[in-house]
């Protein structure tokens, strides 16, 4: 940054740090060194907040972690932070197509707030009319007016008393606004026309493109699924924790979650994550509604954040009915998210199962995953109440000593059909339930193990999932040479959305049985 610059911008911080006391805004997220200069003078300010602008290594990050805190507000009956109702205020020094793209979605979303832009270059502003005096904002001007964002004319720092007006102004107007700030005035330099930038030619060109059509996805397997009556169970669930907030991301309606009220908000899955962190930080519990599809774009933040009380609820996951091909984040989720660090993982066998294990992920001090399919729903009735499982650990559905199948989600049911048959034939055959991919029950494993011969079975692709955890814990443990394993799950080579056609079902593990046993087909 240039000393000119430097002294722009230290001029547009004083004046801002001596317009918002007088105004009463004590919830501004400002990062970098003015904020902190600003925090260590101003009279009245959030903590929560300045401490989310720590945490901020962007302008984009610091939109997102104040928005997350906003929203935590909206949906708490009372007002913990003891601020009042007055509007939330995110300063920033650089306009990007990112964050002007986040702030539409944040209006979109019903988020109150005013964005502040300290323009310490006026590298915005074209002096259309020098001799009026006018000024014309190219860039974030058009875009508001594009978006419906609320965006008075530039201010000039030396004109106090219009700052102060204005701002007062923007405080009782409701949705998103952009407050432009202008730096000092530079003295005036003959110099030869400039050419056009090239970056306000591709800005007009995005007004000028049709927009896409959405991509509308077919309905998911069978008429009644695992996710679908595990959403309608765990939305009723909800409605008893006032201190969870549901972040929906999924292109589908909310559908039973909108009974939750104001604790339901619709967001982007661009910086959702960093919203959470902003919704955590004021001790409310996040709970990311994302579809499997999504996940890639949200691993850099799962990766990079600190390691908050955070529940991603994936959906759409394993086999869905994309038409030809499937995407590879569907068949590959786990092996993305049991890669991150202090991630709890549950899939769970059952809708009732993935109540209980919600619950616990829900008070858990650790962020958690629990991984929804399109498997056909058993049909298990609903218990009134349910209780969180006390331990994350799997569960024996079913002992024997000649073969066991090791199970992941609502593969355990195809695995108990399957044992019945071969019981019929006399071999004795267990099926375990896992439940957690992360952490691994090693017990359960270890209990697993002391038949001769082992089926995992899992709606996911076998590298990076159950398949793999459970060769690797053979060859740590020294068993890979007195076990004969096979895997079963979702062959990436395979365009089919049939489960039958993965070989997930009774026939198929029945037949994977057969060659397992040396059994010959009659």
Known sequence: MKDQERTALATLASVLGRVLPKLGFKNVAWRGPEGDNYYAHAPRYSRSLASLASLAQSDLALCHL???WQRARACVDSDPLKLGPQPLLIVVQELSFALLDTLERLQ?????????FLDAQRRYVDKLCASKGEALLSYPGAFAAAHQLLYPPPV????????????ALLGQEPGVKIFHLLGPQRPKVQTPPAPPDPSLE????????????PKVRKLPLGEVSLERLALTRIA???????????????????GPFQELGARLQLAPVEGVFLQAVGLA?????????????????LMNDLFTTAPFPITLLVTDAGLTAYGDQLPNANLHDLSLLSNCPQLNLAVPADEEEARSMLLLLLSSSQPGVLRLSNAPAVGIPSRPTV?????????????????????????????????????????????????WLNPLDR????????????????????????????????VQAGLEGGVRLRSVGLKSELYSASLEEHGLSMAGLIEQARELLDLRSP
């Open 443 to 474: 017990e359960l494993l270890a209990q697993a193990a002391r038949c001769p011969r082992l089926i995992t079975v899992e709606e996911h692709a076998l590298q990076g999932g159950l398949a793999t955890a459970v060769s690797q814990y053979l």
């Open 202 to 213: 591709k800005f007009r060109a995005l007004f000028q493109e049709e927009p896409e059509e």
């Open 281 to 297: 930080a004021c001790g409310i519990h996040p709970l990311i509604v994302i579809a499997a599809a999504d996940l890639p774009r």
């Open 108 to 116: 979109e979303s019903q988020v109150e707030l005013i964005l502040i």
């Open 156 to 167: 000039e720092c030396q004109r106090v008393g219009r700052v102060l007006n204005t701002l």
């Open 387 to 435: 209780q969180p499982r006390g331990d994350f650990r799997g569960r024996c559905l079913q002992e024997g000593s000649d073969l066991a199948f090791i199970c992941l989600g609502s593969s355990a049911y195809y695995a108990v059909l399957a044992s019945r048959t071969l019981e019929s034939w006399g071999f004795r055959t267990a099926v375990y339930n896992m439940g």
């Open 66 to 68: 104040a928005a997350g």
């Open 236 to 254: 009723h669930d909800l409605q008893e924790r006032p201190l969870v907030t549901c972040l929906w991301t999924r292109d589908r309606q909310p």
